[in-house]
């Protein structure tokens, strides 16, 4: 199978609080391969968010972070802030679950798609925006000249999550952590954005960590999945093995619950 695009062994966080600590994760151990959609489920408080975001640097100073985080083989937790930078947002890039908040409200998406555009692929003004109006199409944005007008509040839940992904693409990462990019959204809307980072996938040739709640989602367009449970992952597999023989009894209870909802 080759080296892994990313090899986690017994990550841990903990946040070390006013109120004490808080072990948020422990002994978290996964394994991403190229090409490969990974879905992580759990129940909310489970540490999968944390996981990740310690993964992409992306916790606040007081989180404590302990394990191996291996970029083809990298250790990129070893890696001082400086030299960090070469992977955040560059080869790893974290998607966060509320694209209100991650979009600047106070610049039309154009200005911020080729502002991300020039900062990442070192293009003058006029390329950066043939590529914005490209990066719009692949996320089936059209009228660009339209969209590039409009400020973040003025799109629908699902436009800004498509810009969300026509941004993150501008960044031309290798692994996307899009950490429950529909929760905002309503069901047709939520399986459009989720075919549509399965196209990425494919024609972009991104890897992906898909944080849900939504099993079912998960189980149309996961390879493996990833369970957590009380700070920890209790099951990994392919997820036909975690569909037709779930081994810990978490996993039983939530496809349960799953095929109790159907
Ligand atoms: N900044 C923080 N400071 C202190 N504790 C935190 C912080 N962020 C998260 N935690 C704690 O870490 C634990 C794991 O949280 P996390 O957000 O990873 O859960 P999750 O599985 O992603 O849940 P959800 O599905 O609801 O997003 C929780 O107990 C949470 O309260």
Avoid: W
Wanted: aromatic residues 4%.
């Amino acid at each position: 199978m080759g080296v892994p695009l990313l090899h986690i062994e017994n990550l841990g966080v903990t946040f070390d609080t006013h109120h004490g600590l808080i072990h948020a994760s422990h002994s978290v151990n996964l394994t991403l391969h190229a090409g490969d959609i990974l879905g992580i489920v759990g129940e909310s408080g489970s540490g999968k968010s944390v996981s990740m975001m310690a993964v992409a640097r992306l916790l606040p100073s007081y989180a404590q972070t302990s394990g191996s985080i291996l970029y083809k083989n990298i250790p990129i937790h070893q890696l001082n802030h400086q030299a960090f930078k070469a992977y955040r947002g560059k080869k790893i890039l974290y998607l966060f679950q509320d694209p209100l908040t991650a979009l600047n409200p106070y610049l039309r998406v154009g200005k911020q798609l080729i502002e991300t555009i020039r900062l990442h692929q070192k293009v003058d003004k006029s390329t950066a925006q043939a590529i914005a109006e490209k990066l719009l199409a692949k996320v089936h944005l059209t009228q660009s000249d339209r969209v590039m007008r409009l400020y973040p509040h003025q799109c629908s839940g699902g436009m800004r999550q498509r810009i969300l992904l026509a941004l993150a693409l501008a960044c031309q990462p290798e692994i996307l952590i899009a950490d429950e990019p529909t929760s905002a959204l309503d069901a047709i809307t939520a399986a459009q954005i989720m075919q549509l980072l399965d196209q990425l996938r494919k024609e972009e040739g991104l890897s992906i960590i898909l944080i849900s709640h939504d099993l079912p989602i998960v189980q149309a367009i996961c390879s493996h999945i990833s369970v957590f449970y009380q700070g920890t992952i209790i099951e990994s597999n392919t997820k036909e093995a975690i569909i037709g023989q779930p081994q810990a009894p978490y996993t039983q209870a939530l496809l349960h619950a799953m095929h109790q909802m159907e």
